[in-house]
């Protein structure tokens, strides 16, 4: 398995410019989300998906959309990039907890984004 | 959810033990103590978690105080690859959105050689 996979590493926009950062899960997972961490700071979460076709808000989603159209995949998506977007983005996967089980959240490696 | 409250920083020499705390005072009944680290330029990986009883896995140890109002993640021997911030979480894993994980800043822990 190739567990949690982000593209890119890394990436400089200028300011107002979009993009998309990818993520992508072989697992099988139903619950996949996004994070961001700035300088000294713990993990913020962004957006999250329970399943394909289901997305809702996390702490600080403004700024960023997100769809989930296959298990797979759950892109994030910076619609006009701000300075205030400079940071780390994770994306983690897991199967969904209940109340009786616990499923270990899996990250991938990062997205350093630097917003000019 | 409940707050947890860690040190900033630890140090620890390599092949001793290490005691990471966490205080979370208001702890509900129904919430799970959880355990991630962070190694440098990575993402987070899971370290262990528990409820009430004390914990073992190949990775550490968990010890949950008796009022659960404290924990201690237990690394038996520290090695190098060790350095890294833990997150001590509480989520209360019956609820909607249980898979959501709030991290707070964590304890940088330094191990020397």
């Known amino acids: 398995n190739a567990g949690v996979t982000q593209t890119p590493k890394f990436q400089v926009l200028k300011t107002g410019q979009s993009m998309t950062l990818q993520c992508a899960q072989d697992m099988n997972h139903e619950y996949m989300s996004w994070y961001r961490q700035d300088p000294g700071m713990g993990l913020r979460l962004i957006h999250y998906s329970v399943g394909a076709g289901i997305t809702d808000q996390g702490e600080v989603p403004n700024g960023y959309n997100v769809s989930r159209s296959t298990t797979e995949d759950f892109p994030l998506r910076l619609l006009s990039a701000a300075p205030s977007q400079t940071s780390v983005y994770f994306c983690?996967?897991?199967?969904?907890?209940?109340?009786?089980?616990?499923?270990?959240?899996?990250f991938g490696p990062g997205t350093r984004l630097t917003v000019l | 959810d409940a707050k947890t409250t860690q040190p900033n920083s630890m140090e620890s020499n390599e092949e001793e033990p290490v005691h990471l705390p966490c205080n979370h005072s208001?702890?509900?009944?129904?919430?799970?103590i959880h355990w991630y680290r962070q190694l440098p330029s990575q993402g987070p990986e899971y370290v262990i978690h528990g409820l009430t009883s004390n914990v073992n896995n190949r990775m550490a140890s968990l010890a949950i105080a008796e009022d659960r109002k404290s924990s201690t993640l237990i690394l038996h021997r520290a090695t190098l690859r060790d350095a890294a911030v833990y997150y001590c979480?509480?989520?209360?894993?019956?609820?909607?959105?249980?898979?959501?994980?709030?991290f707070g800043t964590g304890t940088r822990l330094t191990v020397i050689p």
């Open positions: 979480i509480l989520r209360d894993m019956r609820v909607t959105g249980a898979n959501n994980l709030f």
């Open positions: 983690a996967s897991s199967y969904l907890v209940t109340g009786r089980s616990y499923n270990e959240q899996f």
């Open positions: 208001t702890i509900s009944g129904t919430d799970y």
